[in-house]
């Protein structure tokens, strides 16, 4: 029982007893900057302003009327155009225009994301889907903001399944037009940022139909309205007020007979000619329409960064009040009330949040450097993009969810306080709610990640079949996942449960790192098990077999999502020179590291990767050590994301608490030293005489 | 590997295959009805009229005024005054009272929380705090809402800790006064209900102080405004936006020397007489805190009860449009899309949703009980209160809390249709979020709830030595936690993970039973076995060996509260008689307790309760066995919650999306009817010939 009494008297440690400062603030804020600090800053220094300040209550027109003129304002300041080609007037520079882009979250997220409509997607088409004609033709009024306009993908019908959609684009060889119809209600285009009030053009997405024949989905650009008005054939609907995001104008469209010049077709990957004759750089049908909605892939990828972005800001202001705020006398002494965030509990819903706000940092950076080399040509192979297709389809789901849980518990954790809107978290709900479904579905996305891991793991075996398999799922001699994007799955797994007693041996890196990279490898493998005789079924017997693994499926590619994180932020670490930053990080690290092992552990027992006794040890030690160890740093972990006042905004982060804490003691302090303080009735019944006696 | 294909089949067999209709929904919705039927129907009546529904988006101002203009509405249909004397007009109903007033949150949650503010808390207060004089001098023009009140409880700096508020009553012997003060700003009262706007008087919570004593928290009538003008020496401020629930004028109030007749002490538990003496019923000024605390107890049974209907109505709707919304075509097959609910992983994310809010229901109905028990003189002792209490601070933080991540999960599953605030979620996320806070914040309960079952288990033990507790926790011989309230934890924990292979062994209701209620019991003993040298140590060591195991408390209240609510659902299940509805429900009580198990498998793992092959096969049992035999009946088990169109009110859950989706593929089966199809580019590649050839 001796054990006891040392947890507690280190976790006493750990409270407020002045701690030394390991943290230098101002050098992490710079790793966590990282490559494209310049234009983070920019960004950051035009958040300052009030013109770029969410206000809260708006009215939903007022709020639209106050995000389309900060948009205007973006331009006038250069903050919107760095993407584009230097020609035009741009920088091409694809990293630096996401950094910069995905703080704007930070003003307001439908400033954020209405800037992504126009410029990341309705922009990015145009540049990345069309080619020199449509570029010189269409993107300067785009860059400018002169033609707002809609990205008009997505119908009431089909969200995910793009292929799907119901809209056609038939060619015309008489008038060299094609011709836009929209054939039922289900085929309406839906949730289109700029469609129910300022967009004047469109990018559509429409099968493309030449003499006949579909040749799948292609984008064409297609005015809509002049001013108000919408063109002959175009009518459309406001979607009307959603959960958050009311400054932006999402609406609906469809489309009778609408004719358009045949170059307005965005024929980079498919053309069709003055003689009507359809051709394309891709012979397949399928990998032309993945290659194109593939280079719309920056929408992940700043969804990514933006979810950041507000978890850092949700964490700050929850750990400021955290550590000014007191409630409770501590047990048995007569003094002062307790700080909330020297509660264990408080610890716990706090801390490990910060610590996968730091990988999710960290792994955005990856993704964005993967990012900028494929946009820049940098390194823009096939697989590149497939690579990067990939990790942002696995760090999206991961980052958007995990923001919302942060933001909720954050608001949780300040109580009625965090429930006023002045003090931001409720609507950092309510606006990044949606980031879990446009620009992918996180369950669809997950999916793909899986089927990815799968193919990855069936070329690894020449031979796939039912021997090898087993051979596989028994050694787990992992191979690469893949080459490049995939994190490599190298070590052979240590048998982690058969010996250690404590936690000792699975406290390094190595440890967490095989534990993370087995669950991943020994569940894809599992799965290909079950799958593997799916190409000999009939086709409705594999897809129920396929679906009676489909949560598994999902369930493997979360944890190659929480492998990445913490391998960019170990990749990271390793970097860090700074022993203070360098040693309370490895505790970070480590906590976020224990905190996803904890979270499988049944996984880990049920396959004999950790003992009874290791796996509860976990437990302890992130109790009893990491928490005490981090929570001294925890404000100095947060002044790293450099947030000036203005971007933070919250009365409970400015220190009204405690200056209200302090004078509510200086109260009470006097009235004890002056002797005014009335006796407790308690005190009284003991014989204790009145203070005033 | 013949499993594998079992599990298969089985999954595609419960999809959309047909299936006998087990479920009369009729007749199980009035077991979920229950003993209070009349006052949820005549609620339910009520709201089905427009003038009781929310209008999103109006401005704060709008939406104050018109919920207040519901309130009248309410009082004028008798809907609101069932727990006040027949004296007075009421009926002395407390549970119908309850169940009808929670059933207000179908039309706006600000409706629901503000008729409990006036009556609940407002009005509750002077009825259980106050004696004959009080009733009958205030309470016919709280009842009529001739004066709308505040409950004035809460201060800035004090939330939870409500025996720490600041607020001050000094009684004043010359006058025959009592004299409220505010000394320091912390002390201001904060986030009131009724305190920007209505409120005509407040019941204020301060300390009362008789010549120099301070007797403690106790209740005081003080009128606050006339019209809209403060009385003298009161202040306050307006809260402001919120994160939802903006039809009810939350604010600040602080008083400066407002004075008070003597005779507005609501003066049950606590008088001060005409000479200036106080006297009290209950001698210990602790205990007679906690009794005036605990007449409060209605705002966490109705907010339990509130939940559970906000639960019911976003999975009515999210499982109606996952019944008709269909999305990416079945692998492999050239036929129509799939339904979302037949796929795997959307049954994962609702079904057991389901499944809990019917836990929920049963849950409550025992609670409302309990309550009715209590308050209606029926079973009123100390220990009824003292049950009473720790049951509903058990269920609340349960429920609450489902009740937020099922309308997250609910919006998700109905992907861009679900952030439409016209479909209901996002709306209800942003209002019941706080209930996870008031009326007692969740984690704050949670501990009360583990320091009874700590006391609890302590009383037990005659000598709670370190041998006692150590030969109970080996022995996991488990004893009642409680007599009444609580639920008894009788039989002996068998050892399941010792011999069987399969599921067979744990899939019993015993089996579950017994799995649920050794974890409370063995966490339970553990922490006690922590603790159990705290008497003897230094105060602020004793405290911080209790931080350190305060997390583990808290997780221990938690699973106490999953066991009663596993409780509930099987004793409700042993009174059903419908065999269909016998079955389903035993299904979907499985289905709870195999995901509470699941979900701590970990636990049980670690502990030696499940071996490993037993501790995987539970969740194969859920995904191969629980999951498709429920599917056919999801729906069922909502039209069980009887919710009418005007309750629902969500445009996706009007079969709007199953008339889109089949007219999208009548035109599709049309067009390949009359060969007017496009033939798709692949076939062609192929060498099919076009179908219009």
């Not at 119901?166 to 929209?182: K, L, N, Q, R, Y």
């Amino acid at each position: 029982m001796t054990d006891t009494i040392e947890r507690a008297t280190t976790a006493g440690a750990g409270s407020s007893a002045s701690s030394e400062q390991l943290v230098d603030s101002a050098a992490l804020a710079e790793v966590l900057f990282a490559r494209w600090a310049d234009a983070r800053k920019h960004s950051r220094e035009l958040l300052k302003r009030e013109e770029f300040h969410q206000i809260p209550g708006l009215g939903m027109a007022e709020h639209r009327a106050r995000v389309l003129g900060q948009l205007r304002r973006l331009v006038e300041e250069g903050a919107v155009h760095r993407a584009f080609p230097k020609g035009l007037g741009g920088e091409e520079d694809p990293g630096g225009n996401i950094a910069g882009f995905e703080e704007l979250v930070i003003g307001d997220p439908s400033m954020q994301i209405k800037t992504g409509v126009q410029w990341g997607l309705f922009g990015a088409a145009v540049l990345h889907l069309g080619t020199q004609r449509a570029h010189e033709q269409f993107l300067p009024s785009i860059m400018s903001l002169a033609i707002p306009g809609v990205f008009a993908m997505t119908e009431t019908g089909h969200g995910s399944d793009v292929a799907g959609i119901g809209t056609t684009a038939t060619f015309d060889p008489g008038s060299d037009e094609f011709v836009i119809d929209t054939p039922f209600r289900a085929a309406w285009k839906d949730y289109l940022g700029n469609a129910a009030d300022d967009g004047q053009a469109a990018v559509v997405f429409a099968q493309l139909i030449v003499d006949g024949v579909n040749h799948g989905v292609h984008a064409f650009y297609v005015p809509i309205r002049d001013g108000k008005h919408f063109l002959p054939g175009v009518g459309g609907e406001d979607d009307g007020l959603k959960g958050g995001l009311n400054g932006i104008d999402n609406g609906r469209l469809h489309f009778t007979g609408v004719r358009i010049p045949r170059t307005n077709l965005l024929n980079r990957y498919g053309d069709v000619d003055e003689n009507g004759v359809y051709s394309s750089p891709i012979a397949s049908p399928g990998r032309r329409f993945f290659t194109m909605v593939g280079t719309l892939v920056q929408g992940r990828v700043s969804l990514d960064g933006a979810s950041t972005v507000a978890s850092k800001l949700a964490l700050t202001i929850a750990i400021r009040y955290a550590s000014e705020r007191r409630q409770f006398a501590a047990a048995g002494g007569g003094g002062d009330e307790v700080v909330l965030l020297d509660y264990q509990r408080h610890q716990r819903r706090l801390l490990p949040r910060l610590a996968t706000t730091y990988a999710m940092s960290f792994a955005h950076e990856q993704l964005l450097e993967k990012f900028h080399a494929v946009f820049s040509g940098e390194h823009d192979s096939d697989e590149d993009r497939q690579d990067l297709e990939t990790l942002a389809a696995s760090l999206k789901p991961f980052s958007t969810w995990s923001a919302l849980e942060t933001i909720q518990e954050a608001r949780e954790a300040c109580g009625g306080a965090g429930f006023l809107t002045e003090n931001r978290f409720t609507q950092l709900h309510a606006d990044l709610d949606i980031y879990t479904t446009f620009e992918g579905d996180n369950n669809i996305l997950l999916q793909l990640v899986a089927k990815r891991l799968l193919t990855d793991y069936g070329r690894r075996l020449v031979k796939p079949d039912a021997a090898a398999i087993a051979a596989y799922a028994s050694q787990q001699a992992g191979q690469a996942v893949s080459r490049s994007g995939l994190r490599a799955l190298g070590q052979r797994i240590a048998d982690f449960g058969s010996t250690a007693r404590s936690v000792g041996n699975v406290r390094g890196a190595d440890a967490q790192r095989q534990l993370l990279t087995d669950r991943v490898e020994t569940m894809i493998a599992a799965i290909a098990g079950n799958l593997k005789n799916a190409g000999s079924l009939p086709a409705s017997d594999a897809a129920a077999l396929f679906n009676a693994n489909q949560n598994e499926l999902i369930e493997a590619a979360y944890a190659h999502a929480e492998l990445l994180e913490w391998e960019a932020f170990s990749d990271r670490l390793a970097t860090i020179e700074h022993p203070g930053n360098k040693q309370v990080l490895t505790w970070l690290r480590d906590l976020f590291g224990f905190t996803l092992i904890e979270k499988h552990l049944a996984w880990y027992l049920i396959n004999g990767r950790l003992s009874a006794t290791r796996a509860s040890a976990i437990t302890d030690y992130i109790d009893d050590r990491l928490l005490p160890r981090l929570r001294p740093h925890a404000l100095a972990l947060t002044d790293a994301f450099q947030f000036a006042p203005e971007h933070l905004r919250a009365p409970i982060a400015t220190g009204a608490e405690r200056e209200r804490q302090d004078e509510a003691r200086a109260y009470y302090a006097a009235q004890r030293a002056n002797g005014t303080a009335a006796v407790e009735e308690k005190a009284l019944a003991k014989g204790v005489a009145p203070a005033s006696s």
